[in-house]
């Protein structure tokens, strides 16, 4: 089998060392060569080899400010946001949003979009291609070379990129991955799908407020429940890439998705919320939820309490069988998690083997709902990281 | 964070590069010199001085075996056995195991003792350090090293060897390493301490017939539960190392721990069972199950299959959240498998979102009632897999 280490090569060592220094200046930039040389261990020689390598690929740029230090001063490096740009996509049952991102890390667009996910799914592509279009359309517009583009969906994805099955959405079988590409007409860049839990995991694993945690669980609040998993610094996969379907967890009176869905909250707390006809996008009633809930109004926080406690149970399952050090409320449980917080620890508490929780903490993510969108383009920005650069510059 | 590469230097290439030697001959010796050139993509100077310094280190030999083709005959390398020893013991509530094993993974020796958990924990670690101890003198009598001693226990073990909790010994915040290290006056090999499912499933993965899976769960058949969780070919750890602990998981009726226990087995198919007083060991009494079920006596089919579909349900939970491949039972499963494996396999074919449970197959270990002592030594042996090799013999 293929576990540890494999064969290497002085091109490895090469294409190694220049991942090295991009992380060390992702992570501690700005910084100087003797700096990066120091952290390293690698020489100073090789050092500005590595550098010089990677300022042609317009990976890293010189700044003009100087190290605060005796001696002559350091010309500085930081990542070069210039030049490129991942876009991501989130896709759920009533809205999508897309995101660009540089290699500095700064947001170039956000922006969200109704979706009906009771569209067949041949709309439903449309809708996203034509989203992700114009990203990438406005992301050439201002210079930049797209280096990918990553759609994530609440559901099964397979290792092809294709949705094996999507209950938020009513889809089975769409090969999403295959129909965008020729939406997009077969774009220069590379085109993934992937779930949405496990996309906003690496969001979080990149950008979030807990990014050191090594053991980060990432459970989306849209309407579809999902986890992302990251143990011992590793996005899990699983044989077919089916992981982190919480839904159907088991617990008194029903499973996950049904006692703990954003769709009973809605339907429990704000009995009149689908009067009208069906729900069709989340966020006003989300918006009511939350009014009622600092108005204490007792319906509203008897049922965000149920909701807070029967996540806790699940969370008590997935922390007994994972032992994660974080784990991240998303979506729409964030503006509620005031009240869901308290109720879900208490339940953990109890139902954890190991004492203390087995030192989790439960937190509400800082980036917003488009979290797996961020994680979309985290992940193709991830690739560099693991020595896959973009060819140099022409 | 440190997730990603590592700086490499040269002396990590020869390092990583003895490994990858190490590695192939455990995998597809007997094999010539040119033979690991070509599948490493090593070239012929480099392997010969790998291979020179990996006899000189006892852990590669020659045979007098030729390739069967064209030109002059080759020389053969296999590993060479004869040098060292790993020994692994495995603590349950009813007895231990210990087996010591070769570099070619050969046993050497296979005990089984009797040992009674309720024995408070002095004269546990006791009875441990003397079945090491003279596992390790008869090692050291054939001429052997003994790399080292891993014990494991059916609980929650943290990074310093420590049992914080094992209910089915009962024992809570155990120094085990520290006070095993002690009873063995300072062995000279290095003492573990780890959960008994991960070490099971380290065995499964080195030893097992479902060896080449990356993605494996070997469930613990002892008088505690437990899973031991491979992900993406590496075994999961978590924040403290508490992974696995599957007991608690709640079912329709109770915990998986009180429906599908083997205590809760015998107490339903053999309500007899502890007419003379507590059981102390399980054995006798899975084989007159094993002759009932055998003889389709009604009440032990009925809890055999009630067991099968309770295991399947977490299992299909188990299956949502980590998608494996293969999951083995192990421990007094084994002898049991004919029954249970239909009706787990029926409920999880039921309960897991992906079709076809998500490709997972459900399958009796092959290693017998001791896979987590041989896991125990497996884990010692996986350290010089990855570069961490014995010193230069002297």
Known sequence: MQTGPQPADFADVRATNLAV??????????????????????????????????????????????ENRIGRPATMLVLDGSAYAAIGIEVT???LTAVAVDLAGEQLLSWRRAFTASFEPGRGVSAIA????????????????????????????????????ADALGWSDVDLRGDLIKALRKPEYDVAVDNDA????LAEQRYGNHSGARNLIYLTGETGLGAG??????????????????????????????????????????????????????????????TAARAAAPR??????DVGRHLGHALSLLTNLLNPETIVLGGYFVPLATWLIPAAQAEMATHTLAPDAGGAILVPSVLGSGAAAIGGAARVLDALDTGNLPALAV
């Open 300 to 305: 509203t926080l008897d049922a965000l309490r």
């Open 21 to 66: 220094v991009l992380r060390h200046v992702r992570a501690h930039g700005p910084v100087s060569r003797a700096g990066i040389a120091a952290a390293t261990g690698l020489n100073k020689a090789t050092v500005s080899s590595l550098v010089a390598d990677l300022i042609d690929r317009r990976l890293l740029r010189e700044t003009g400010l100087a």
């Open 229 to 290: 998993l990251i143990v011992d610094g590793r996005l899990l996969r699983g044989g077919r890439g089916f992981t982190g379907e919480i839904g159907r967890i088991q617990l008194h009176g029903g499973t996950l998705q049904e006692l703990a869905g954003i769709e009973s909250l809605i339907q429990r707390a704000l009995p009149d919320a689908d009067a009208d006809g069906p729900i069709t996008d989340f966020a006003p009633e989300i918006a009511r939820l939350t």
């Open 93 to 95: 049952g009533d809205h």
């Open 130 to 165: 034509s989203l992700a279009g114009r990203a990438a359309s406005r992301a050439t517009a201002q210079g930049r070379q797209v280096l990918g583009l990553t759609v994530g969906v609440p559901g099964l994805v397979d290792e092809t990129g294709a949705v094996r099955r």
């Open 198 to 201: 496990n996309l906003a995991a």
